[in-house]
T-cell receptor, first 110, second 113 residues
Framework: RKEVEQDPGPFNVPEGATVAFNCTYS??????FFWYRQDCRKEPKLLMS???SGNEDGRFTAQLNRASQYISLLIRDSKLSDSATYLC???????????FGPGTRLSVLP | DVKVTQSSRYLVKRTGEKVFLECVQD?????MFWYRQDPGLGLRLIYF???????EKGDIPEGYSVSREKKERFSLILESASTNQTSMYLC????????????FGQGTRLTVV
């Protein structure tokens, strides 16, 4: 079993739709959690950190459930520019061990 | 603007050649990483380093070695390149700590022929 698993995708949604991505991790010692975004042929970039209390940044909401070892990302009112691959990332050792999920590709269609 | 810089965007090498991929960061980060990214497999960790001259194997270290002689520089070495090492290679760095962001270089697309 992979240490970090994500919805296989791809997700094709119309502009304005709400889309949710799911991620599970297997190592209960994981300390911090992130969503990264990767555009085609570009490097991954941090989208947002994920906190136990849940956090929101504009149209993006991230949730963490430590008991279920589950992370989610919700995108509301999708824009064409949201089209990318979304990577769930887990940090196990104070910045020394980042484990990436395989990513879920999102295409927002006009 | 913070930066992680990889020496090449594209490389073509022959089977059996020794290949050096260089990565430099200007953020005084303790930790540096080399990943490879392949379609359907995601990002896989090759090696990481948490200090000068220190290195740790990641998930797929076979056929690779690394060098970290200075804090800002982390080199990935393919001792004898093979066609199955054709891939996108990404370098990253992080500061030591829990909620620390990983910054990536722009990637090197290596083709071994």
């Amino acid at each position: 079993r992979k240490e970090v698993e994500q919805d296989p995708g791809p997700f094709n949604v119309p502009e304005g739709a709400t889309v949710a991505f799911n991620c599970t991790y297997s190592n209960s010692a994981s300390q911090s959690f992130f969503w990264y975004r990767q555009d085609c042929r570009k490097e991954p970039k941090l989208l947002m950190s994920v906190y136990s209390s849940g956090n929101e940044d504009g149209r993006f909401t991230a949730q963490l459930n430590r008991a279920s070892q589950y992370i989610s990302l919700l995108i509301r009112d999708s824009k064409l520019s949201d089209s990318a691959t979304y990577l769930c990332v887990v940090n196990k050792n104070y910045g020394q061990n980042f484990v990436f999920g395989p990513g879920t590709r999102l295409s927002v269609l006009p | 603007d913070v930066k992680v810089t990889q020496s090449s965007r594209y490389l073509v090498k022959r089977t059996g050649e020794k290949v050096f991929l260089e990565c430099v960061q200007d953020m005084d980060h303790e930790n540096m990483f080399w990943y490879r990214q392949d379609p359907g497999l995601g990002l896989r960790l090759i090696y990481f380093s948490y200090d000068v001259k220190m290195k740790e194997k990641g998930d797929i270290p076979e056929g690779y070695s690394v060098s970290r002689e200075k804090k800002e520089r982390f080199s990935l070495i393919l001792e004898s390149a093979s066609t199955n090492q054709t891939s996108m290679y990404l370098c990253a760095s992080t500061k030591q700590g829990m909620n620390t962001e990983a910054f990536f270089g722009q990637g090197t697309r290596l083709t071994v022929v």
